[in-house]
């Protein structure tokens, strides 16, 4: 038993960036589950669809930031590692392209019933310093791409842009509400057009790598 777990952490830290990567989804972990809280608690007191929502969003990406972690520890014990590794690749990309779907459909409909809540100071600062931790790690990630030599880095970090991009839209619908201006024509372009650039993101995302060709999947596997 001892022996297994010794194997599946020299396979998860076997290089420096690998290293940095699934270190650095720890505390994101945490703070993620924070926001969970954060967003339910939003929601049940303001009675937002919105944020719960949202709640159930970061559920999902918690829950798929373990799963990655997880496959590929169980990974180094299959004897078809390129099968299992494709299979994680292609279902963490159908995922979030669920979520993409969810995500648009919670816009349309907070758009088309105008249904903005007015929030607190305090919630705007709180979502905001979120969202700073969270697009500063995407974009960090973004810039150390090239060495993101295996499918964990990968799909570690793809998963934290989809993250902070969303996170972009939280801090925006707090932002509006806070201001009072929901029945703003302004504030509904600006909120439609966000929106609509943060699903057609995640939606690149999402098809380009579930439709990647298996000798580049495998590529990236064997180095």
Not at 9 to 32: E, G, H, Q, Y
Not at 159 to 170: N, P
Not at 192 to 209: D, E, K, R
């Amino acid at each position: 038993m001892g022996s297994r777990k010794e194997k599946a952490k020299n396979f998860l830290f076997k290089s420096d960036f690998r290293r940095a990567t699934v270190l650095s989804t720890i505390p994101s972990l945490l703070l993620d589950l924070f926001f969970i809280g954060f967003n339910f608690l939003i929601g049940v007191w303001q009675l937002s669809l919105w944020n719960i929502t949202m709640c159930i969003y970061y559920i999902m990406l918690t829950l798929m930031r373990i799963d990655v972690l997880a496959r590929s520890a169980k990974v180094i014990f299959s004897k078809d590692k390129s099968k299992a590794y494709l299979k994680l690749y292609r279902s963490t990309h159908r995922l979030l392209l669920l979520l993409d779907l969810m995500l648009g459909g919670a816009i349309f409909f907070l758009l088309d019933n105008n249904i903005w809540k007015s929030y607190p100071g305090i919630v705007i600062y709180i979502v905001g310093i979120y969202t700073l931790y969270k697009v500063t790690a995407s974009v960090i990630n973004l810039f150390r791409a090239r060495k993101a030599n295996s499918i964990t880095t990968v799909l570690l970090r793809k998963i934290g842009h989809a993250d902070s991009l969303v996170s972009l839209l939280v801090l925006e619908s707090a932002i509006i509400g806070r201001s009072g201006r929901t029945r703003s024509y302004d504030m509904y372009q600006i909120a439609l057009v966000s929106g609509a650039v943060v699903c057609g993101i995640i939606l690149v995302i999402s098809i380009t790598g579930i439709f990647r060709s298996r000798s580049k999947i495998e590529k990236t596997i064997n180095s």
